[in-house]
Structures are given as structure tokens and as C-alpha cells.
């Protein structure tokens, strides 16, 4: 079996230790274990409850608590339409492995996490990209969706909030997603792992699980509940989709860490805090970022809706790799190219991972770039 090499992935292995000022980063400024503890105002209960924890393999599916807590950020689900994964990476790969076959269709938005394309890719399927463009905001065209599908479509993969670029579907749009893929009997699988982190006050967006019967949503603890190091996700669906997918994970995973398991209940029991945290954080970032961009001639943008990360485009004469190669070089800056998804002349920004890394690594930004320019002049 042969898989392209994972641009995203592979550019952040490579370059993100030698950050000072990481500006490409995702996840909403991470937690530290003890900020989770004094969070949940029962911290010397919970450490005594994690030191008499025994160093099983726990409850395989995950614990009916952290299911039940799972389903509760759904608008109908129970635990038994929950299966949780290692990840949110790994439950993406567990639904394309449980619903591709070789000779599928499959149809997928791009730019997005390349696992959508790639993996299906992989497993023999055809995949056909519904492109997302700046002058539609990067949303998906539902009519050239709706053309694309007329020769027959077995799954379709969607990303929303979108990374990299922070557009919103809403539930209207969702819905004739869900109309398209109904007339082909298509499943639908969307990465939702940005749910929740909406730029604008008072609005909020359905799950696909909850729209559509052959829906199955994927999420995780990383980005909205900024606890990556935990490598908790989840999927949610059908029930009969979860337990076929839970038959096939007997092969890529036997079961989640109970310490990890019962961190994640922490942080689901106290998730109004930490969304409370994060929507503050992520909001004054993006007005920051906002700021910046109108403020250098040379940047523009289409302003995202919701998540950590913006697609910017610039006008300057210099391939988007090498345009983060110098600056990293040159001022400890780090950005993630839009080579990495096939495009140039964008550059991935992630503005949440602190406010004051985010004005550091502008500042710098603007500063590379009139010195590169004054040495061209």
C-alpha cells in the first residue's frame, strides 16, 4: 500500500522544535495538568482517585462516563453511538477504514486535514476534490458538489471549522450536504475536531452525526479543550456504524489509557470553564491577528469564522516554503507554508497559542519582511 507523505505533519516534525515563536500551532493555548486540577475545584480528590488507579488495560471502549459525557456535546446520542480513540487523528483513520472500500468514491473538500484524501486514497478509492476557494470563503460549493455526485458517490468528507481556513458551514449548509449524500446512500464523515470554538458570540453550528443518519462525526480533546498531550478523541454515529468500527479497532487499537480516560472526564465535567478560557483567548487573537493583517499591505485574507488557524495570502516574490524557511531562520518565527496543501502564496497562521507569542511573532513577521524587501529594492 502507498500513502503521500503527510505535508502538514512532516513540515511540523521537522521545523517546530526550533520555534521561538510559534505561530503555526493549533491547538488552543494548552492546559497544564494542574490548571485542569484547580479547573475542576477538587484537585486532591482527583490526584488521590489517579494514584489508586491500577495500570490496566481499563474499559476497552472507553468508560461509560466519558462516552456519556461524549454524547452529551451531541444533540441525540447516547454512549453506545460514542467510541473513543486515541486521538482525533486515529478516530478519522478508524472510520476510513471501517467505511472505504477499493473501487469507492469518494469526494472530499480541500484544502483540509489530509487524512480526508489521503488515507482513502490509500485503501484503492477514488478521490475527487471539491475544492474550496477564497472567493466563496472557503466553502464548499453545494451546486458543484451536487454535479460531482451525479455519477454516484460512496462517502464524502468534510472539515468543519475548516482548517486551515477557519470557515464555518452552517447548519443550512450542512443539511443540503446531507440531502446531496442521502439521494446516493453516501456516508458522510466530518472532522469536527474545532467544534464549538465560534469567533461570533451566540452562534453554534450542528454536528453531521446529529443531522444525518449516516453521519459520523470525529473530535478530540487537542484543540478545543487544549489538551493535546492527553491523545484522546472520539467518533460518533450509527450505532451499528460504531460497532463495526469497534470490531476493526480490535486491530489498531485495544483500548484508550485509564489514566488518560479519566483526565478526559475531568475536563468534559468541566468543559463550560475551559470553553469559557479558550472563546476568550481565541476571540482577542483573532482580532489581534485581524489588526495585523489590515495593517501590512503586503497580507490579506479571508477573516475566519471559527478555530485557531487563518490561510492568509501575501504578495511578495517568494515561494511559501521558503518564505517560512527564512523567517524561521532569521527571526525564530514559525508558520506553516501553504505548499504543504498544494498551494501558494498562503501561509497557515495558528493565533492561539498565547496572546503574547502571537504579538512577538507578528512583530517579527513585519519586520522580516520590510528588511527582505529593502534588500530586493
Known sequence: MEIKPFGVEQWMNRWETLAVNNIAETCVDSLFLYELLELSERKEEILVDLLGTRMTYGDI??????????????????????????????ANFLTLFTLVNPGDRVISVWPTY??????????????????????NSWLPDTDELEKMSESGV???????????????????MLEKIAGIARQHGAWV??????????????????????????????????????????????????????EEAFARRDY??????????????????????????????????????GEWVDSEPAFHWVRPRAGTT????????????????????????FLLPGSCFGIEKRLRFGYAYGTEALKRGLESVSGWVRQDQGRKR
Open 61 to 90: 471502549k472507553g468508560s461509560e462516563g466519558l462516552r456519556r459525557l461524549i454524547a452529551g456535546l451531541y444533540e441525540e446520542r447516547n454512549p453506545e453511538t460514542v467510541l473513543v480513540m486515541n486521538g482525533g487523528s486515529a
Open 114 to 135: 489530509q487524512q480526508l484524501t489521503s488515507i482513502p486514497e490509500a485503501f484503492g478509492a477514488s478521490v475527487d476534490i471539491l475544492e474550496l476557494r477564497p472567493e
Open 154 to 172: 460512496d462517502l464524502i468528507c468534510l472539515n468543519n471549522p475548516n482548517n486551515p481556513t477557519g470557515s464555518l458551514m452552517d447548519r443550512e
Open 189 to 242: 464523515l466530518c472532522d469536527e475536531a474545532y467544534r464549538g470554538l465560534v469567533h461570533e458570540p451566540g452562534v453554534s453550528v450542528p454536528s453531521m452525526a446529529d443531522i444525518y443518519e449516516k453521519g459520523v462525526s470525529t473530535g478530540s480533546m487537542s484543540k478545543v479543550f487544549s489538551l493535546a498531550g492527553l491523545r484522546s478523541g472520539w467518533m460518533a454515529g450509527p450505532q451499528e456504524f460504531i
Open 252 to 289: 489498531t487499537t485495544i483500548s484508550c489509557g485509564p489514566l488518560v480516560d479519566a483526565l478526559a472526564v475531568v475536563a468534559l465535567e468541566n468543559r463550560e470553564k475551559i470553553m469559557k478560557r479558550n472563546l476568550e483567548i481565541i476571540r482577542e487573537s483573532v482580532a489581534l491577528l
Open 310 to 333: 487563518a490561510f492568509v495570502g501575501y504578495d511578495l516574490d517568494i515561494p511559501s516554503d521558503e518564505f517560512c524557511i527564512d523567517l524561521l531562520g532569521s527571526t525564530g518565527t
